[in-house]
């Protein structure tokens, strides 16, 4: 049997929403990857981590059945892990993502350029019948702002 400690985990996958050259917000299928083994603290079980941030906020949200949001961007860089039910975000490129919990997407569709028909940034939604609740991780800075996709490799 192998050791669960000595193979690092396999890069886990999220999507990545963007703002282009152009000032269009996309989206890209990416992963993370490079995670280190380490202890968080004396007598505890070897992890798996990867810091992301070494300022920032953390905070839950809960999206009620029904909930939307019309085009907009967000105002700064996130990681939004979907904890319970599900969640939609859709591009202005019309790329459509719907993400499930145990699913996580990062937010970074800063400084978009409005279109003629009123689109900028993104819509996002709750999707099915039950609340939507994520877990939200951003920094303090401007460190994650206008990264392309792969950034997190």
Request: glycine share 10%; charged share 20%.
């Amino acid at each position: 049997m192998t050791d669960p400690f000595s193979l690092a985990p396999e890069p886990e996958s999220y999507w990545h929403l963007y703002t282009d050259a152009e000032g269009i917000s996309r989206q890209e299928r990416c992963t993370i990857s490079a995670f280190t083994l380490g202890q968080l603290g004396p007598g505890d079980s070897p992890q798996f981590s990867r810091d992301l941030m070494k300022e920032g906020n953390a905070f839950v949200t809960y999206l009620p059945v029904g909930w939307t949001a019309d085009w907009h961007e967000n105002h700064v860089p996130k990681w939004i892990y979907v904890l319970k039910g599900a969640w939609s975000v859709e591009s202005m490129d019309g790329t459509k993502a719907v993400m499930k919990a145990g699913e996580y997407s990062y937010g970074g569709d800063q400084d978009c350029l409005a279109m003629a028909d009123g689109r900028r940034g993104h819509l996002s939604a709750q999707v099915g019948d039950e609340p939507c609740v994520q877990l939200i991780i951003q920094r303090n800075d401007q460190d994650w702002r206008n990264l392309p996709p792969g950034s997190f490799k």
